[in-house]
């Protein structure tokens, strides 16, 4: 069992910039939303293809699960004047992908 600090991860400096809004990379379905361990807010949003995307650190969550999420929704809100509170993981089954090259848009 790997802790979830152990995996690829972006800050959100990609993702929102200081007390913005923090909008999806890709359209898909809140699968999951809710605290975790040392991350805040985290949402989990299944793209078309299966990828899990996953948003972590958000304040004020404007989603619920079930949602379904076009391209560049909004979130919620970086929680702080530091937009690298946010984190940003994507999975394939249990497989963590490098952000920095998963699909967007």
Known sequence: ??????FP???SSDLAGPKSAVRTV???VV?????????????FIRA???????YG???RSRVK???????GAVLGETPSEDANDVFFFVFSGNKALDPAKVPRG
């Open 1 to 6: 069992h790997r802790d979830l600090h152990s």
């Open 26 to 28: 890709r359209a898909g």
């Open 31 to 43: 699968v999951s939303h809710g605290p975790f361990r040392g991350f805040g807010t985290m949402i």
């Open 57 to 59: 650190g958000i304040s």
């Open 48 to 54: 078309s293809d299966g990828l899990i995307y996953v």
């Open 65 to 71: 699960v079930g949602d379904n999420l076009e391209f």
């Open 9 to 11: 991860t972006r800050r």
